[in-house]
């Protein structure tokens, strides 16, 4: 089982809509959680941390995590064509270690 | 505000020619530095990281090395290159100061390609 699991789609919307990126964790004393947004040929691009349950909104961004269930997740509101990129989770544990854990990402492709 | 440079942006190396990637951070001190590459259509893989100078932790058992000689100075090393070492190569830092977060932020990365 990988540490951080994310479905590598692509995931296609129209323009408008809402993305719904999924990302699940193995380790239960993960504390940290981020989303970052690569795009093709670029350097991954912080988009959002989330450190406690519930949900956290930054503009068309929201992240939901649930610790309970092991997953956390980002919703694109109003999907551009823009947002067409790669969508990489992270996770940390606070305390012990230095090291961030990546998914493999989730292409998302939003359609005009 | 804190930004961070990596050069060169690009690199074609023969196999089994040295290596040496700089990176640097400007506008924060004593931050937790960190080497990643990621090969074509792969995710992120952990090399090196440091949480001060001369202090290196290795992830992955390879013929690169790193070395931190100056607080805000990453460099990347290798003294012969394989065909496997070719990718995608990031620095990336976090802050040590309590308060500020565990947000990570990479740099602009080098595109390295051994023939």
């Known amino acids: 089982q990988k540490e951080v699991e994310q479905n590598s789609g692509p995931l296609s919307v129209p323009e408008g809509a809402i993305a719904s990126l999924n990302c699940t964790y193995s380790?239960?004393?993960?504390?940290?959680f981020f989303w970052y947004r690569q795009y093709s040929g670029k350097s991954p691009e912080l988009i959002m941390s989330?450190?406690?349950?519930g949900d956290k909104e930054d503009g068309r961004f929201t992240a939901q995590l649930n610790k309970a269930s092991q997953y956390v997740s980002l919703l694109i509101r109003d999907s551009q064509p823009s947002d067409s990129a790669t969508y990489l989770c992270a996770v940390k544990k606070t305390s012990g270690t230095y090291k961030y854990i990546f998914g493999t990402g989730t292409r998302l492709k939003v359609l005009a | 505000s804190q930004t961070i440079h990596q050069w060169p942006a690009t690199l074609v190396q023969p196999v089994g020619s040295p290596l040496s990637l700089e990176c640097t951070v400007e506008g924060t001190s004593n931050p937790n530095l960190y080497w990643y590459r990621q090969a074509a259509g792969r995710g992120l893989q952990l090399l090196f990281y440091s949480v001060g100078i001369g202090q290196i932790s290795s992830e992955v058992p390879q013929n690169l090395s790193a070395s931190r000689p100056q607080d805000r100075q990453f460099i990347l090393s290798s003294k012969k290159l394989l065909l496997s070492d070719s990718g995608f190569y990031l620095c990336a830092w976090n802050s040590r100061l309590a308060g500020m977060g565990n947000e990570q932020f990479f740099g602009p990365g080098t595109r390295l390609t051994v023939l």
């Open positions: 380790d239960r004393v993960s504390q940290s």
């Open positions: 989330i450190y406690s349950n």
